[in-house]
């Protein structure tokens, strides 16, 4: 199994990037694949999520209405459009897969973002820098 991301860089509040994570040695359509970041300090935290066998996402209310994520299966590649970017969206942006949900649900029915701690594969890695 192998994740590969790319696409990190340096932009001015305001500016636009594109991650690609490109995936090979597992059944695409069959797993989740999300977005993950981390900034020094804090936690790693879910982004967006995406099924690609039924398009389905899932993402954090922070980033809603300007990140969108997508998935190419021929190219067995999920990427992450990110718009208005902030210096709080400054982090290690990650991508991960597993064969379960993007989310989970509690008995009383709310509904979270799946742990980074379920997913088994994750590249290594890309570096999104936002300046004021």
């Known amino acids: 199994v192998q994740l590969v991301e790319s696409g990190g860089g340096s932009v001015q509040t305001g500016g636009s990037l594109r991650l690609s994570c490109a995936t090979s040695?597992?059944?695409?359509?069959?797993?989740?694949i999300a977005w993950f970041r981390q900034a020094p300090g804090k936690e790693r935290e879910g982004v967006q999520c995406?099924?690609?066998?039924?398009?389905?996402?899932w993402e954090r209310d922070s980033v809603r209405g300007r990140f969108t994520i997508s998935s190419d299966s021929a190219k067995s590649t999920v990427y992450l459009q990110m718009n208005r970017l902030q210096p709080e969206d400054s982090a290690v942006y990650y991508c991960?897969?597993?064969?379960?949900?993007?989310?989970?649900?509690?008995?009383?029915?709310?509904?979270?973002?799946?742990?980074?701690?379920?997913?088994?594969?994750w590249g290594q890695g890309t570096q999104v820098t936002v300046s004021s």
């Open positions: 991960a897969a597993d064969a379960g949900s993007c989310y989970y649900c509690t008995p009383d029915d709310a509904c979270y973002f799946k742990d980074d701690d379920k997913y088994w594969d």
């Open positions: 040695g597992f059944p695409f359509d069959d797993y989740v």
């Open positions: 995406i099924s690609p066998r039924d398009r389905s996402t």
